[in-house]
Every structure is written in C-alpha cells, then in structure tokens.
Nanobody
Framework: QVQLVESGGGLVQPGGSLTLSCAAS????????MGWYRQAPEKERELVAS????????YYADSVKGRFTISLDNAENTMYLQMNALKPEDTADYYC?????????WGQGTQVAVSA
C-alpha cells in the first residue's frame, strides 16, 4: 500500500516563496515518476512539474518554468517543490502524484494561496 502525504502549503504574498514536501511510504520502489499537480477553483487539475525516479528527468509546465524546482530525495522517499516568485495565479490545491505503469497514487492535497 502506498501513502503520499503533502505538507508545506500556506498563505504567501506575491513574489514570495514556499516549499512543498511529499513524503511517500509503502511500495515506493515501484514508482516510475512522481509529480505535482494543482487544481484551482472551477478549473481542471493540471500537471505542474514531474520527475522520473531513476534518472531525475524533469518536466515543468510553461507557467512555472524558471520559478519552480522539483526535486527528489530517494533516500528519504520525499519529493519537494520549491516555488519562488509566486503569483496570485499560482493559488490552488497542490497534489502529490506517484506513477507506476498505469497506476497512479495521490496525496490528499495542500492549499497554496498567493495574495497580498
């Protein structure tokens, strides 16, 4: 059984920074990739960034390139999302995802609000 637990969300002013964490437990050796998705009110969930577990190949949505950095600590089974230069449009619920083949696991989500 896999569990993903996010932390690190909160309220931040525009231009500020936050770091999200996703702690994975269970059969994590099966993971091919992990990623962060977000869902703003009345919008569809979108992929923000992802990273392959073996090889560390990264992907970023155009809207966050140059501002967000995804990283993975395999020893600690923890994924991070460093978010800098935050904008009000980054406000959303952020979800941790892990993928193995056609199977996806999700965390419960953590809220990020960017507002003055």
């Amino acid at each position: 059984q896999v569990q993903l637990v996010e932390s690190g969300g909160g309220l931040v002013q525009p231009g500020g920074s936050l770091t999200l964490s996703c702690a994975a437990s269970g059969t994590t050796l099966l993971f091919y990739a992990m990623g962060w998705y977000r869902q703003a009110p009345e919008k569809e969930r979108e992929l923000v960034a992802s990273i392959t577990v073996s090889g560390g190949k990264e992907y970023y949505a155009d809207s966050v390139k140059g501002r967000f950095t995804i990283s993975l600590d395999n020893a600690e089974n923890t994924m991070y999302l460093q978010m800098n230069a935050l904008k009000p449009e980054d406000t959303a619920d952020y979800y941790c995802n892990a993928r193995a083949g056609s199977t996806n696991w999700w965390g419960q989500g953590t809220q990020v609000a960017v507002s003055a």
